[in-house]
Every structure is written in C-alpha cells, then in structure tokens.
C-alpha cells in the first residue's frame, strides 16, 4: 500500500468526508452547473486553509480549470497561487499522492459500509453488483438508504428501470 508511505513522507494531510445527504443539500439547493463544483470547492478551500501552501495544486472538475480556481479562490482565508488543470494527478506528483490517499480512504469506507450492509461492490455507477444491490434494495425496502444519494443520477436511472 502506498498510502502509509505517501503519508510518512507528508509534512501533513488533511481529509473530509462528505455525506451523501450533504451532497444532494447542495445539489438541490444550489445553482445549476455549479452544485458539484462549488461543494468540492468549498472543501478544497477547506483542506488549502489547514494546509496553507503557498502554491497548490488542484485537479479540476470543471470544463474550465480557471473558473474553479476562481471558486476556490473565492473561499480561502488565506491568499495563495491556486493552480488548476485537468487530470493535474497525472502531472503533479502531488496531486497523485492526494488521489492516492483519497482512494485508499473511500475503499475503506465501503469496506465498513459492506460490514453494515452487506457487499454492494466498488459503488461505482458501472459496477454490476452495485447496480444489482441497489435494485434488490429498492424493491425489497423501498429508496431509504442512507448511505446514497437520492440525487444520484443511477439511482434514479434504476428506479425508472423498475
């Protein structure tokens, strides 16, 4: 695992979760085209002002790299150089140490989350076993599950399906 050595080698890191009901207050409340964007922003600011870099590089979500920066830049406390491009973790060895990081986290959720609820796969919208959870779930106990988002666009697919 690389994670413990990427942390060892870390003057610090920080992480957040974000609950899946956190996730669809944004998307239902916020404005179009932004909704995503703006919450993982607003985190990114979150992480960048614990952190205070001087320079930091962001792997951008949106189809403008400038205009997330601009988001972010527009939540920190602290004045720094933002610098935002597409796929930034297969440039900045940096960024790919975060990736790294956050996967290793998210896989251990899930792991937690199968000991709850049993094995729903990767959780991933391609998973076929995940699919097939969420389907069986449904039909067995309607769409109260907590551990999705209601604005996840494949739940509402495979609600649709049935």
Request: hydrophobic fraction near 40%; charge should be positive; proline fraction near 7%.
């Amino acid at each position: 695992m690389l994670t413990p050595k990427i942390i060892s080698l870390a003057k610090e890191h920080v992480l957040f979760e974000i609950e899946p009901q956190e996730i669809d207050s944004i998307v239902l409340r916020g404005k179009p085209l932004k909704r995503l964007n703006q919450l993982e922003a607003k985190f990114v600011a979150k992480i960048l002002d614990r952190l205070k870099p001087d320079v930091a590089y962001v792997d951008a979500p949106d189809r403008s790299p400038e205009r997330f920066a601009c988001q972010i830049i527009q939540k920190l406390s602290l004045p720094m150089k933002i610098i935002s491009e597409h796929k930034a973790d297969q440039k900045y060895p940096i960024v790919s140490a975060a990736s790294i990081i956050a996967k290793q986290k998210r896989d251990e959720i899930i792991e937690g989350l199968h000991e709850t609820y049993g094995d729903f796969g990767s959780g991933y919208p391609s998973d076929p076993k995940t699919r097939r959870f969420l389907k069986k779930w449904i039909m067995t106990d309607g769409c109260n599950l907590p551990i999705i988002r209601r604005t996840w666009k494949t739940l509402s697919n495979i609600e649709s399906e049935l």
